[in-house]
């Protein structure tokens, strides 16, 4: 009698651990991991049946035959149900609703499975096989490495693996939001992620065909570099427009370690604005709206009277960045002047008579 | 004492090496972390730290509690390989061996999930952003003493079985024989 008890509360284990696997109404599992503390431990059973679920639910969901997850319900949308483990500092990845195969029903600690499973196994093996007075026979010894297997296989088949091999490793990392130019400097601003700029290595930049070191100045999230005037004035002057910057950083990371930031070429462009002639009577005023200084030509021709001839005068000249020039022509009855400049590797003129 | 005791207590002892190893292999740390990342896995625990945070393993913890057989089969070869030599039992050896063959597998595939774990913390985690490319310092892995013994203890059953086997086979004869 006690034999046939034993034979029906083993083969109703094993019914209840392959339940997962043929689709039975109600099904156990072991608890492998501790993301449910302190609801669930690990070692912990779980009997699941398949019903209907809502949020706050405990709930198995599985993303292959193997891999399940057991993990509380705390958001349901729609056909996407969200899921996380009470120990978890973070919700699971929104999961669609048929991949939920259970919800929890009971929870059979480890503290009570684990004593009740072996009392029995021991006093089976003491009433059946006779393990306390041993037998010497080759049956016995086979008897052993069967129910070692068949113990082992039930046991091993009812830990819902996880594919989860690593969790909580968040890599420091620093993104790029934006390049700009603004005056005569550049800033890099970065996005960063458990990492800061400690200290830059290296700095240089290209325009055409000139490479020159650059020096930067840094804080926690943006790098600002300063280009000097003359570099703007000869792109001006080539007609170059762009500016490639590449840096090399020390990274200090969450945690005190360090990494390098390589960056790629950080794009900036520019080009030199037209310059702003402003003529008040026989005053002309050049104002350079540019990081750069602007070379300019400036011919004037002055006559007092009509029929004289022109006086002419010319003078080069290269105007301060975000400087003017002033021309004062006041004194003469007839005057016009002739502006040259170059913008882009191009010359332009601008040409006015003075009344 | 004649051949067939010989080779019992050989056998006996090669299962006792085995039973000394594989708990070795599931106490001590497998593997040992330094870098970015530090810490140590072992088959009864595990401790990663990394970039200030702590990190877990859930395939680590499965690997865990698929260890309970071969813990059961250590404990198991160690009583009756003390049996055999005191009180010579050569079938309870041979169950022995058999189990302690059996768990081999299971050692195998535990060490396995580890290895895959050790993988992925020892991965570099050097990547590329709209900012450039990271690099970093990376994580230096090294065998711990459990990977050692763990090579032990997946050969010696191997040994064991073969001399219980032996064994067995003279004890049947003298059964037969009545010798």
């Known amino acids: ?355 | 004492m004649n051949l067939a005791r010989v080779l019992e207590v050989i056998a006996a002892s090669t299962l006792i090496i085995y039973a000394i190893s594989a708990l070795i292999t599931l106490l001590t740390p497998i593997y040992i972390f330094r870098g970015d990342i530090d810490g140590y896995l072992s088959l009864s625990g595990y401790s990663l730290f990394g970039f200030g945070s702590e990190i877990r393993s859930q395939m680590a913890e499965s690997a865990m509690l698929y260890t309970a057989p071969i813990y059961a089969s250590a404990l198991f070869a160690l009583a009756s390989s003390l049996l055999s030599i005191l009180r010579g039992s050569p079938w309870l050896l041979l169950s022995a061996s058999g189990i302690a063959v059996m768990s081999t597998g299971i050692l195998r595939g535990v060490l396995y999930i580890l290895g895959l774990v050790a993988s992925a913390v020892s991965k570099d985690p050097s990547h590329q952003t709209a900012a450039g490319r990271i690099i970093f310092q990376g994580t230096e892995v090294y065998i711990g003493t459990g990977y050692i013994a763990s090579q032990i203890a997946l050969v010696t059953p191997y040994v064991s079985l073969a001399l219980a086997v032996i064994i067995t086979f003279f004890a049947l004869k003298k059964q037969m024989h009545g010798v």
């Open chain 1, 1 to 355: 009698m006690l034999r046939i008890a034993g034979y029906a509360f083993l083969s109703l284990f094993m019914v209840l651990v392959l339940g997962r696997y043929i689709g039975l109404p109600i099904f156990i599992v072991l608890i492998v991991s501790p993301s449910m503390v302190p609801a669930i431990y690990p070692g912990d059973m779980v009997l699941l049946s398949r019903s209907s679920f809502d949020v706050g639910d405990v709930v198995i969901w599985c993303s292959s035959a193997l891999f399940c997850v057991v993990h509380r319900v705390i958001e349901i949308n729609g056909s996407s149900v969200v899921t996380k483990g009470d120990a978890n500092p973070a919700p699971d990845k929104p999961i669609p609703r048929e991949a939920v195969k259970g919800k929890a029903v009971a929870v059979i600690p480890r503290w009570l499975w684990i004593p009740m499973a072996s009392t029995l196994i021991a006093f089976y093996l003491y009433r059946t096989i006779g393990i306390s007075r041993p037998r010497s026979s080759p049956g016995l010894a086979l008897a052993i490495v069967l129910a070692y297997a068949v113990v082992t296989s039930i046991y091993i088949l009812a830990i819902p693996a996880s594919h989860v091999l690593l969790d909580g490793l968040a890599i420091p990392s620093i993104d790029l939001r934006g390049v700009y130019i603004e005056n005569n400097t550049v800033y890099a601003v970065f996005i960063p992620r458990n990492a800061s700029v400690a200290s830059l290595e290296t700095c240089r930049y290209v325009y055409g065909l000139h490479v020159a070191t650059c020096t930067a100045s840094f804080n926690g999230t943006a790098i600002s570099i300063q280009i000097p005037p003359e570099v703007f004035r000869e792109m001006n002057i080539e007609g170059v427009s762009r500016i490639d910057i590449t840096i090399a950083a020390d990274l200090v990371l969450e945690g005190g370690r360090h990494a390098k930031l390589i960056s790629w070429n950080y794009s900036v462009f520019h080009t030199y604005r037209e310059p702003v002639v402003e003529v008040s009577g026989k005053i002309v005023l050049i104002r350079n709206p540019n990081p750069g200084c602007l070379d300019v030509n400036i011919t004037s021709m002055v006559a007092n009277r009509a029929g004289d001839p022109w006086n002419v005068s010319s003078r080069s000249l290269c105007i301060d960045p975000w400087g003017s020039y002033v021309l004062d022509l006041s004194g003469y009855r007839y005057a016009s002047i002739k502006i040259e400049y170059i913008l882009s590797g191009k010359t332009r003129v601008i040409q006015r008579v003075l009344q």
